[in-house]
């Protein structure tokens, strides 16, 4: 069974910093495509980084220069160091995991900037 848990949001101050977690089971953490989303009120669902299996990243440009992804293999987690977050950072984010046709989806950890 494949399991995606997210943990690490939660009510930060504009300008402040969280580091969220994604820990992944059932799949074969190292070929996978991992990556984050978010999904604010009202609004579609939208790609907020993503590092493919040889480590290779991309982001946002809305989050470049402040948000950091990475991965650990040994503990199959991926993570989302984000600094300097700004209001419009609220969102619920998901992680998700790609690999040829296959994906899987997170249930999602609430991120709320606000002072």
């Known amino acids: 069974q494949v399991q995606l848990v997210e943990s690490g949001g939660g009510l930060v101050q504009p300008g402040g910093s969280l580091r969220l977690s994604c820990a992944a089971s059932?799949?074969?953490?190292?070929?996978?495509?991992m990556g984050w989303s978010r999904q604010a009120p009202g609004k579609q669902r939208e790609l907020v980084a993503v590092?493919?299996?040889?480590?290779?990243?991309d982001y946002a440009d809305s989050v470049k220069g402040r948000f950091t992804i990475s991965r650990g293999y040994a503990e199959n987690t991926m993570y989302l160091q984000m600094n300097n977050l700004k209001p419009e950072d609220t969102a619920v984010y998901y992680c998700?995991?790609?690999?040829?046709?296959?994906?899987?989806w997170g249930q999602g950890t609430q991120v709320t900037v606000s002072s």
């Open positions: 059932g799949i074969t953490f190292s070929m996978y495509t």
């Open positions: 590092i493919s299996s040889g480590n290779s990243t």
């Open positions: 998700n995991a790609k690999w040829r046709g296959l994906g899987y």
